[in-house]
C-alpha cells in the first residue's frame, strides 16, 4: 500500500495574525478544461498551488497541450487535436477531469473520458452531464468505464440541469463550456449558481463565447463558430477561505484574512455570527477580520446548494460546533452521505451521533488529541482544525486528500500561530 504524509498537530494555540487566500481550485479546475475550446494561446493566472490542478495540468498535456505552468500561472497552447482520450488514472483522482469532455466533444467532436473518481462523500453520478450532451445533440455511450462522446456539431437545445439534491456544479460547467460553440441558442434551466461557475461563465465570455442570464439559474448561451485565446485571473477560493474563518473560531482566535469575496460567503459568514462570532470587512474592501469570543452558542446547520452553507464547509463547521456548549443538528442537504468524518471526531472525543442525513453535535466536550484518518479533502482540514483545540498532539494520516485542494495549508496555520508540522511517509 501507498504511504501519505501526515500531520502531527500540538493542539492549543490561539491563531493570530493575517493570512492570504488563494485562488479557488473549483473556479480553476473547468477553466483550464475550458482551455480545450480554443486554437490559441490563454493565460490563467490566480490559479492554487495543488495537487488537482496538477492533475489537470497533466491531463490537458495527455490530450495535445502545450502547458507551461510556474507559481499561480498557467499558459496553455493546444498542439494536437487527435489526442480525445482522459484515461482512468487521471480522471479517477478527481471528478474535474470529467468536464474535459464537454470541451473534447465541441472542439473535436470525439472525446473518450473515464467515469471520475474524486473525494468519496458518496454517489457521485454524472447522468446529468450526460443528458445535458444528449440533448446538445451528441452521442455519450458508456462503455468499459469510459464515456465515449461524438457529434458532428453541437445544435442548441433546451436543457434542464436540476437533479434530486440541486443542479450540479460540474455537470452545469460541462454542458454551458459545450453549449458555447453549439449551433443556434442553448438555454439551460435549473443551471448550478455556485461562484465557480458564474467564473467559468465570465472566462468563456472572455474567450468571445455569447451568454446571458450569468449568475443565475436560466444561462441563455447563444453558439459562436469559435473561441479566441484570453488571459483570464480566477476568483478567490471562498471553501478555503471559510475554512481559515472556522480556524479562527475554533481556537478563538482573531485572523484577518486577505484575498477573499464576501458576497460569496454570505451564509458561512451568517452562520458564524449565529455562534457568537465576529465577522467584520476590513477597510480595504477585500479582506475580512475573524474574532471569536471564549463562549459560542449552539446553532442547527444546514448545507444547501448556493448560495445556501456550501457541502464543503459541512466538516469544518462541525469541528466547531464540537467546542460549542450545547445541541446543534447538522442536515447535509447535498450529499446525504458525507459523515465518514463523524466516527473520526468521536475518536478525539466528541460527542455526535448520526440519524440518516442529520449529525446531532453534542458540544463542549473538551477534545482529545488521538490518531485519526482523513477521509477525503474537506474532512482532512476539519480534523485539522479539531487538532488546534485539542489536548495533547492528533495525527491525521492521509493528507494527500487534503494536498488536492489546499495549497501550503500548514504554512498558512503555521504563520497564524499553529503549531503543525508535515511527517513525511
Ligand atoms: C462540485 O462537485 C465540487 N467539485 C464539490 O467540491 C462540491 O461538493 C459539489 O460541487 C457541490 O457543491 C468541484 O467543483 C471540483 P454536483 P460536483 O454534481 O459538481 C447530485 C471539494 O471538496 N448529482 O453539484 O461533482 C450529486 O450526487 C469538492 O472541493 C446527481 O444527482 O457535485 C449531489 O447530491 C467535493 N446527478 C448533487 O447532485 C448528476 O449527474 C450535487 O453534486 C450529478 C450530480
Known sequence: MAEFDRFSVE?????TGRVRVSGSKNAALP???ATLMTDE?????????LHDVRT??????????EVEHTGTTVRTRVVNEDLCTAHYDLVSRMRAGFCVLGPLIAKRGRGKVSLPGGCKIGARPVELHRKGLVALGAEVPVRHGYVEGEADRLHGAEIFLGGAFGSSVLGTANVLTAATLADGVTVIEGAALEPEIEDLAR?????GARIQGIGTHRLEIHGVERLDGTTYRIIPDRIEAGTLMAAAAITRGDVELENICLDHLVAVVDYLRALGVSVEKTE???????????RLGPCDLNTHPYPGIPTDMQAQ??????????????????FPDRFIHVGEFNRMGARISKEGAVAIVDGGHRLSGAPVEAPDLRAAAALVLAGLVAEGVTEVSRIDHLDR??????EKLGALGARIQRVGA
Open 405 to 410: 485542494g489546499y495549497a501550503k495549508f500548514e
Open 56 to 65: 489537470m495540468v497533466e491531463t490537458l498535456r495527455s490530450l495535445g497541450v
Open 317 to 334: 463547521l462541525m469541528a466547531v460546533l464540537c467546542t460549542v456548549d450545547g445541541t446543534s443538528a447538522v442536515n447535509e442537504k447535498v
Open 284 to 294: 480595504s474592501g477585500l479582506g475580512c477580520r475573524v474574532t471569536a469570543p471564549e
Open 41 to 49: 494561446p490563454c493565460v490563467v493566472e490566480g490559479v492554487p498551488d
Open 203 to 207: 472566462f468563456l465570455v472572455c474567450m
Open 11 to 15: 493542539g492549543g494555540a490561539r491563531l
Open 31 to 33: 477553466i483550464l478544461a
